[in-house]
C-alpha cells in the first residue's frame, strides 16, 4: 500500500480538507511511530579481525535498538557510566558515524560475530512522491490508514472518531508488538 493509497483509504474514514502536505507529515510521524512500538527484530554477522575494534555498520542500526552482541563465545555488554568493570567485554555504538568499539577487541580472527537489534523508519515521506510505501510490514500497512484517519478527525475537532481510530491502531501495534517479541502467535 503506498501513501497515496493510504491517504485516499483515510480520507474516506474521514472526508476532510485537510492539505496532503499535513497528511505526509502525520504518516512521517506514524512511521517513526510503529518502529518505535513494534519492535522487528534484525540480525547482522559480524566477521571480527584480531585486535581490530572498531567496525562501522549500518544506518539502520541505533545504540538504543542494539539489544545483543557476540563474538565468538563472548557476550559484550554496553558500556554504561555505572559498569563495575568498564575494560571486561563491552561495546560503545557512536549514532551519528555508526561505529561500532569492541572493548577488547576480539582475541582471534574467525570468530562469528552477532549483531541484535530492532529495525528503525528510515524513509522520510515527501507530498512529492506519495507512490513510496511504508517500511512496516505489509501486513500493518492498513493501520497507517486508520492511524491517519485519527490524525484528520483530531484536526478536524472530531475527538470521539480521533479517539475511537487511535485505538484501533493501537491495538493493532499492540498486537504486532507481542508477535514479534514472541507473546503471541498466529492461529
Known amino acids: 500500500m503506498n501513501i497515496q493509497t493510504i491517504i485516499d483509504e483515510s480520507d474516506i474514514l474521514v472526508p476532510n480538507e485537510v492539505p496532503i502536505s499535513d497528511k505526509v507529515m502525520w504518516l512521517n510521524a506514524l512511521n517513526q511511530d510503529f518502529f518505535n512500538v513494534v519492535k522487528i527484530p534484525r540480525v547482522i554477522s559480524l566477521n571480527p579481525l584480531v585486535d581490530q575494534a572498531t567496525y562501522t555498520l549500518s544506518a539502520e542500526v541505533r545504540l538504543k535498538n542494539i539489544d545483543l552482541l ?3 563465545l563472548i ?3 554496553e558500556l554504561l557510566p555505572t559498569a563495575p568493570n568498564p575494560l571486561q567485554n563491552t561495546y560503545t555504538f557512536d549514532d551519528s558515524t ?3 568499539t569492541l572493548r577488547p577487541a ?3 580472527s574467525g570468530l562469528q560475530g552477532v549483531l541484535r537489534y530492532s529495525r528503525i523508519a528510515t524513509t522520510n515521506f515527501t507530498a512529492s512522491n506519495l507512490s513510496a510505501v511504508p517500511e512496516a510490514p505489509e501486513e500493518y500497512h492498513f ?8 490524525y484528520i478527525a483530531n484536526a478536524m475537532d472530531d475527538m470521539n472518531k480521533g479517539s475511537f481510530y487511535e485505538a484501533q491502531y493501537l491495538k493493532v501495534w499492540d ?6 517479541a514472541g507473546v503471541e502467535t498466529n492461529g
Open 70 to 72: 557476540t563474538v565468538g
Open 106 to 108: 576480539p582475541y582471534s
Open 143 to 150: 493501520s497507517y490508514c486508520i492511524g491517519l484517519a485519527s
Open 75 to 77: 557476550k559484550y555488554k
Open 175 to 180: 498486537t504486532a508488538a507481542r508477535q514479534y
Open 98 to 100: 555508526h561505529t561500532l
